[in-house]
């Protein structure tokens, strides 16, 4: 079992930055891949960034250079560190985690809100 707490999000003027936090506990050591994803209202989840065990990382397309995924193994913590926000990235960002034995895991989102 795996438990992820997010925290970080809050409101933040376009152009500002926020670093959102996901603390993991449990079976950390099984973990293999983790995500962030956001959801807005009435809009499918969709995929933020991602890093693998080993430190590889892969985001989507228009976060790419503005946001940076990193994880600290030894805080068994995930950052996800925003810059440069645009009012339409206000949404429920949400921690994920896939495990080695393929179990999924979600922690319950941070609401960042990017308003003026």
């Known amino acids: 079992q795996v438990h992820l707490v997010e925290s970080g999000g809050g409101l933040v003027q376009p152009g500002g930055s926020l670093r959102l936090s996901c603390a993991a506990s449990?079976?950390?050591?099984?973990?293999?891949?983790m995500r962030w994803y956001r959801q807005a209202p009435g809009k499918q989840r969709e995929f933020v960034a991602s890093i693998l065990r080993g430190g590889s990382t892969n985001y989507k397309e228009s976060v790419e250079g503005r946001f940076t995924i990193s994880r600290d193994n030894a805080e068994s913590t995930l950052y996800l560190q925003m810059n440069s926000l645009k009012p339409e990235e206000t949404a429920v960002y949400l921690c994920?985690?896939?495990?080695?034995?393929?179990?999924?895991?979600w922690g319950q989102g941070t609401q960042v809100t990017v308003s003026s």
């Open positions: 449990g079976v950390i050591s099984s973990i293999d891949v």
């Open positions: 994920y985690a896939l495990t080695i034995g393929s179990n999924t895991y």
